[in-house]
């Protein structure tokens, strides 16, 4: 089944949507969040620091495969990857880095959502105001200056 489109970039770019997959950016976003708050009280041993590290890597190309170019961009200059052998601080402030990236990416689809919604309710008052300007032939209708207060 088609993804539909989540935000598009700008007019210029209005073909590419920014992401390309909503439903699969939800469930990276859901295990991101959900996996810091599980090992954030808990001390980790050499392993799970791996594999934390192994996820991370793994969500962040996973994030890159359905997000547009500027996003692309975007997250590859603020998530900086993590070195091999990485400390057990490290994973987690890239864990959290990550988790903060995409909870503001969620903000700004909300209120790009929200900015069209506005748009779309504006254009349609506009079209309601025209189409009372009109007679039942379609034609202007012209104030007459004539009413019961003149």
Do not use: C
């Not at 210029?12 to 996996?35: C, F, G, N, W, Y």
């Not at 959502?113 to 034609?139: F, I, K, P, Y």
């Amino acid at each position: 089944m088609p993804q539909p489109e989540v935000l598009e970039a700008d007019e210029s770019e209005a073909d590419q949507p920014l992401v390309s997959e909503p439903l699969k950016l939800v469930r990276i976003a859901s295990m991101t969040q959900a996996m810091l708050v599980e090992v954030r009280g808990i001390d980790l041993d050499e392993h799970a620091v791996a594999r934390l590290q192994g996820v991370h890597g793994r969500t962040v190309a996973s994030l890159r495969e359905i997000m547009s170019d500027e996003l692309r961009e975007e997250l590859d200059a603020v998530v900086l990857p993590l070195q091999e052998g990485a400390s057990e601080a490290e994973v987690r402030v890239a864990q959290a880095q990550l988790a903060g990236w995409l909870e503001g990416l969620f903000h700004g689809i909300r209120a790009s959502l929200w900015g069209q919604q506005v748009a779309v309710q504006r254009a349609a008052m506009q079209n309601l105001e025209a189409l009372h300007t009109l007679d039942s032939t379609g034609a202007p209708v012209e104030e007459s200056g004539s009413g019961p207060y003149l």
